[in-house]
């Protein structure tokens, strides 16, 4: 829908408003950017009030201030809330009674809710069908006021609006576009900005597929409610702010602001558009979800704040109040309304329909303004004066005339003919005249005018006009250089050309035939009046543009790996000679090795030896030392035996043991045809009649213990069935007899059918609760699996009058044919099978299997063992896992979590171990928690003689590190494992590795570390398995790994890797026996073992309820025509059958219908045994017959479906207080939901609610509790205190009387009844914890205890756990979160509150997984990994996921989105490349070392079949090396010198890694760094705190959204916001930037000639193209307008050009992103400058957050939290990354530094030391 007309619904107040000009600002990137003149915002047509033009800039301002204070009271009323009550701190409070108090107010309640921001990944689950909302204004407010854009240039403004809604759209992002309609006055104060918007808005909707919604009048309509509540939108993106550079606009501000808040207290999340960024693969922003006070507090206010939106319209200007300042304004706007339809009616007759739109606007507009202006000039002269003000003789004069006006109109129209012509490249023209202050008049109403004839075509029929050059009506730089040439010279027909002068012809023509009352004169020549325009003064324009470009030669360089990277790139390439000054100027520092670790002084490479010689000699210390390795394996043991690692696996390698082992294996069996079998040896024979002994014992021990479990369980009838089931399922696990197991089943059968009976009998309603039934088809199901065979007719024919009596007649039939007809004839004479069921379960079999029995159906399972597993029989899929590890092949492995991937893994690990003692396996882990639990698992499976000085296991994190070099099987996370890989003292080491094992390997698609992960999977030689449950394209990702393995086959065979192989025969290395094999396998498993059940948490009267949530009714219609069903959307059994009768409901008798019924689907017809596999069967159909019912056309019964299986959910979910998380707990409980884990995403409450849960048992126990019973219990203690340390005294040996004996004995006694009394004191009530605690449960945590006595805050936690309760985070104590997991396991703790530290890979499983809240970081492929944890695999049947306070809409898009693609990632950053060539440097092995160096850069993801790629690849890395050589890190042979170091142990934090380096190499930081005294080492806490203040500045990058610092809010503990860097550092820092760009200038220069211009001169979104073929003849006129153009845009793009962006803006600004090639693929994020200040795109600053400094003064992770805005998490995670900055720079500087006593060197010492202690005593 269109907008509704202009003249209708536009807010106005006042008829008159302050008109003045403000200078554009300076660009942020340093070119200057002077605004011209804009005539919609400077001179009405009339006078304006007398005097005002006199007034400067303050007092023009400080009157806007006071108007904007003098509305009236009726409108103060109106915008005031109501605020008789006092509300609580995030309540509206009062509002004065001052008008401009509301915007204020407004913006500071926003500013409290959003005090907790996060920046985060805006697209990291919106995939798909799921849409986010765009707030139109807000989408223009992001580029209008862009510093980097000239705004009146159109063009380039809707190219940067489509390049950011194409780039969202690239990244799988489904959004709309809402216009408000009262939302149009903010722009009321320009009609160049209303002509904008207009145009914006008709584009989106006739040129884009973009769905735009204008109907809307403002978020209070009920129209845009019910849109809300239908659609459910994720966020709606939102500015927080609208026009910078107008005074007295902060209504619309208020307005921004008002939607914010509605839209939050809707329930739905804000994005500010405010700091959004983009890259290569993601788009970050601020992000705030709404929650529940919000939403009270805006029901609360919603009336008031409705009436604030209707003060806030009032304060708006008419949008022709700067037009028209005449009395008779309202006549003049009747008048223009009623000439735009009359001329555009007559337009219409004269030209065909589809016209282009840019002739008819320009047409229109120019006869209507014309015609308006002569109306008014006429009036004026009639009257004297335009409104009746006299005026003088000369300011008459300078008025413009009708006539100018024509010449006006003439140009105008000229312009527009070479807009049509012109191609874009003659565009970029340069900056010349300005219009002269007699111009704006009529330039203000043509503009206004434009605007008008837009809004018409707005309501023309499609096709009235051609729409497709909206975004081009007008360039306003183009139209005053073509008014300077007319000016000069008149533009005759011969001077224009055929082409140019017939397009100028028809324009002109037309205004003269549409207006025909209208003297518009002759077509020719086309002349502008001098005294319009303002000539500049100087011809040629000044500053750096007149300037050459900085061109860069190459520092020639001699490197084998660069030359044959680059080949012939560099021949290409302008080198320096050995003369040149630069080349000359290099300094030669010292060489760089490695020869530290990066966060310790220890060395890189020592052997075992001298490892042990550094070790104490002190007999004592040894002792201490073996006993912590003693404590350590006992720990790993205690936490693998929670893993169900038992060590008995011993690895041997010796060749005489291991002959000695295979001797005693029997020898295998001869093969071929006609060989007679070898006659058995009597020692044989002896050994197989032992054998058949013992098997025939153990049978009759089997069938004793069944005779009394049978015994048992046939008295026991009062026990519930289940219970006595698991009790036979227990025995039947351990019996080791078919017969005796058959036997029992058999046995289990008829129980429960009795259990049935029973039920039946004694129940009024019997068929309300069917379970005993459904036990009882469990067991019928498994004795005809499994034992079919020994199944004697007379039990046949038991088994099937069970299957009668439960109503299943036809089952009955179907068993019965298996028995022999003479005993059928029998069965029938004796009528047993032909009577009425007695126990119907009152629904067909296939149904009931389906309903009830789905998570007991049988799984299709492998029965034949593998010989290379022990404990279970491995699947098809796992045993090719199996062959491809015994094949030495990589393999990519995708299945669901718990599926049992990972045994692989360990299978790989015992290859490795028995092949040698020197193979290494390397597991790479994403985190510490999940390198804990391996390492535990290890050394719980295996156990090896090795010789002195190895170990089988080794464990390497940051902030860890045991055994890395001497160990078989490193355990390590993929930074540290990428720290060896590239280290040349370990490539030795590396070349021993024979496996790695990737888990969890979808984190390469992360937002940080992917590329770490891609590099280790391009460097490896070895094989590899890469394992993850989560992957949506594991084709892609294999043919890529594939590609890179192909690479390294060739390098196996290269000429150069025979020869470095020869020459290195004199090291030993011991590389793999075997072959290795470079095929990369792919196998995928999709089939989940239990079925996962969701549900929604509902609370409604006082108390939860669990309402299922069906999967189908996350779809919708759209969703499945545009993608289909998602392959993972699983259904269980129960909700097939749901699907199908709901169907069967919408549409009665469809054709499918009866083929369909599950009693008469053809799998399930007649079957006794529905297996799992028929039910996937089934569901298959349902969903291809659902998707076919749309492709008939059925789409609105589709809907009726899919909403029927919607949940009925009535309770409220904002309802998260901690009072019902008890609640919650034991609803689970009562359904047998425990044991579980609730995943929260924010620490703080995770600890909540554990502590809550703790909280309500200890006071139902306390309830229960005598008055007298404290008082009893101490004095208990007491007592026994007293006894035990008398007992302990007399214990000694020593001569005892017969009294003392006696006494002592008696005292025992004592002791001990009092020790028992007190501990049954102790015991804690059933129904006070969660805990069922038997002995074994008891010792083993008292083990875990044991390790965590001396840790603060054990108690607390200790009485947690005893109660089942326990909480995990990442902040949390290492001890406390490993005691959490091993009890969690073993089963005491049943209830465990978490965030995703549990989600990746960590061994966890549990019954029920709940959902406490939503939140941003609960994405698609979150929610799969967390979900995951919920169903054990043989001890559950099914898992259960929960959702408590996750909205509905939430909900469905989790459940439908498919994970993210994994995409590559810009492959190489420059501190990464000097890593690569110290590797090429120093590496021992210069052939290795190459080889790995070019995988890297050849090989990545991104480029991957994309060779324009990887052509900028390579002149990325060719810049790259001339910018380390120029700052001294690399000498002209690539070895690394100086600070190389420092600069690769802080890669993390490029580029301010760089800016350290330059500090130091300025002497800025020893300036800094003085003793407090002379040769004193200490330094004072004002040294400290500088040091703080810089480091933060460069490595502490965290910002604050602009509004955060313009409301002034007030802190208690923090600063908060960081102090800017001290002056001499700044100008150090802009020094820097300015080399940097003088490098990655000419690097972008460069590679602009690899572009695409083809697509660089297309609008990307829309794909129209201004790549217009030149104009064919070349004029006078044409040859004078390229004289204006800027000869230097060779790297620009062409839209940027036309805001005067030149090749020069490369090197001089900070914000590249906007103006470079976007095909390129390069991001400002790939140059390493460092902005001392950033802005958003609206200009404002964006400031750093102190949090670095700020822990330094007060030490507090709280007070980060409440002042700074960082949740508890995030802040103990950057602090934690901030200290280990610090201890990498001093490690570093005590590396190179040649003097110890350097203060810089010690300066940095004591401020590590400082600020560890400061983060250790938060730790937990």
Known sequence: MAEAPATQGVARSRTSSVREQKPRGQNRGGR???REPNPDEEEPVGPVEEGEDNLDRESKESLDEENEDSLDEKTLKEISPSSSESEEEEDFGDVEKNPAQIWKWLASYLTKIFCKFQMTSLLRDFVESEFFVIDGDSLMTMYIHNAMVDGEQNLHFFHLVECFLFDLIQKQATFVITFFKDMECIWNHSCSCLTLRTALILHLQRNTNITIYTEFSNCFDPKWENFLGENQPYFVMISDKAHLQERGQHHSTGLFHNLMLHTLGNGINVVITSGISQDILRVHGYHQTSNASVILNFQKYKADLKRAHGGLLRCAPAFHSKVFCAANENELMERLQSEISQSYSALKLLWPKGADVRRIVCAVSCSVALKIYGHMMAVDNSTGSMQGVSADEEEQREKLSVEGATEFCRVYCLHVALLCKLPLAQRSLKRNAKWKKTAFPFLSLRRMTEFLVLKKLAFAQHGAADMTYLTDMNDQQLFRSVATICSERPGSEARLGREIGSEYRDIWEAVARISPALDVGSTFPVTCSPHLLSMPTVSTPSGHREQPIPSIGLIPVSSEVVEEYLGEMLNQMNQLHSEDPTVASLQKLREFDERLHWHSSRPLTLSFQERMGQLSTDPEERKKMLRQKQKLVVFERLYAESLNENAELRIVTDPAEAAKTKSKCPPHPSKGKGMKPEKKKRSECIIEDQKKKKMLEEERRAKEQWNFIQETLGKDTTQPIEERMKTLDKFLKTCVSDQVKFDAEMEGVKYCYKAWEEHYRSTAEPLKDVKNAAILMQRIHTVLDRYEELLTPKQLTHLAS??????????????????????????????SLARDPKFPVGLGAARFQLKHMGPFLIRDVRNDPDP????????????????????????????PTSSGKTYASYYCMEKVLRSSDDGIVVYVAPTKALVNQVVASVYGRFTKNLPQGKVVCGCFTRDYRSNVDNCQILITVPQCLEILLLSPPKQDWAKKIQYVIFDEVHCLGGEIGAEVWEHLLVMIRCPFLALSATISNPQDLTQWLQSVKDYWEGAECSPEASSSANSKTKRKINRPTERQSFKVRLVIYGERYNDLEKFVCDFEGGEYKFVPYHPCAALTVDHIVKYGIPSDLALSPAECLRL?????????????????????YKSFKNKIVIKKSDVREYEAELKKELTEWIEKGWRYEVKDVLMMLEPEVEGNFGKAHSSNYPLLVESLQKRNGLPAIFFIFNISLVEEFANSILKHLQTKEESRMKPDDNKVKQQMEKRIKELRKYLQKEDKPMHLSRNQEEKLSQLRTEYDLLLTKYQLLQEIPPDCTFAQITAADREFMDKVFDRMQWVFGFSHFREMMRRGIGCHHRSLNKKFRQGVEMLFRSGVIKVVSATSTLALGINMPCKTVVFLHDSVHLDSLTYRQMAGRAGRRGMDNVGSVMFHNVPLSKVKRLMKANVPQLRGQFPVTITFILRLMLLAAKSSDKTDAKAKVLSVLRYSLMTFNQPQKQIIVKYYFLFTLQFLLRKCFLDRECQP????????????????????IHFLMQGLLHQVCRPTKKCSKTFSEDVMETLVLILANLFGRRYFPPFFLEQKPSFQQSKVFLNDLPKEFAVAVNEYNRNALHVFGNFLLTISRQVDLEEEFKLPLTNTSFMRSQVSEVTEFITDLSKCLNRQVTGISPFACL??????DLFNNYDLDKIIFRTLGIHMNNIPILPLRRYDRQGRHMPLNAYALDFYKHGSLHALSKDNGINRGDAYALIKDFTFVISAISVSLIERSESVNDPVVLAFEQLNKTYNKKFRAVWS
Request: charged share 25%; glycine share 4%; net charge negative.
């Open 32 to 34: 200057e950017n002077v």
């Open 802 to 831: 069970y299957l009668q009596q439960l109503g299943f007649l036809n089952l009955r039939d179907t068993l019965m044919q298996r028995v022999d007809t003479h005993q059928l004839q029998k069965e029938k004479e004796n009528k």
């Open 868 to 895: 290379r597993v022990k404990h279970f029989i491995p699947d098809t899929w796992q045993r090719e896992l199996l062959d491809a590890v015994d094949s030495n092949e990589s393999a990519v492995i995708v299945a």
């Open 1140 to 1160: 199908y009768d709901t169907m069967s409901n919408v549409m009665r008798g469809w054709p499918r219908m009866q083929e369909l019924e599950p009693e008469e």
């Open 1537 to 1556: 010198q100086g600070f190389a170091g420092l600069v690769m142990h802080l890669h993390y934090h490029e580029p301010a890694n760089f800016v350290l």
């Open 1699 to 1704: 805001s005067g962006h030149t090749d020069h």
